[in-house]
Nanobody
Framework: QVQLVESGGGLVQAGDSLRVSCAAS????????MAWFRQAPGKEREFVAA????????EYADSVKGRFTISRNNAKNTVDLQMNTLKPEDTAIYYC??????????????????WGQGTQVIVSS
């Protein structure tokens, strides 16, 4: 089992950068695909980015490609999301999640077993 705790959210202005982090506890962190999802007010939760077990492969939603970077540190059991050139439409609660899904399913919310409580990101215009 894996417990996930996000941190690093906050209020920023459009164009700013922000880094959110997820700390994992429990066994076998390095065997999980890790991902970030987000849920904006009044909207469904959506995929943002995912990273494979060894950090060599990653996937991004089209809306964040080129602006966001996901990374992981298996020695520290952490996964980060660096967010650059933030836009007001990036405002959401950001959730960290863990899965054993194959790469073609990394974007599928139902494939993720473990979730954090979320961290709020607000981007003002």
């Amino acid at each position: 089992q894996v417990q996930l705790v996000e941190s690093g959210g906050g209020l920023v202005q459009a164009g700013d950068s922000l880094r959110v982090s997820c700390a994992a506890s429990g066994s076998n962190f390095r065997t999980y695909v890790m991902a970030w999802f987000r849920q904006a007010p009044g909207k469904e939760r959506e995929f943002v980015a995912a990273i494979g077990w060894n950090g060599s492969t990653s996937e991004y939603a089209d809306s964040v490609k080129g602006r966001f970077t996901i990374s992981r540190n298996n020695a520290k059991n952490t996964v980060d999301l660096q967010m650059n050139t933030l836009k007001p439409e990036d405002t959401a609660i950001y959730y960290c999640a863990a899965s054993k899904a194959v790469r073609s399913a990394w974007h599928v919310e139902s494939m993720y077993y473990y979730w954090g409580q979320g961290t709020q990101v607000i981007v003002s215009s």
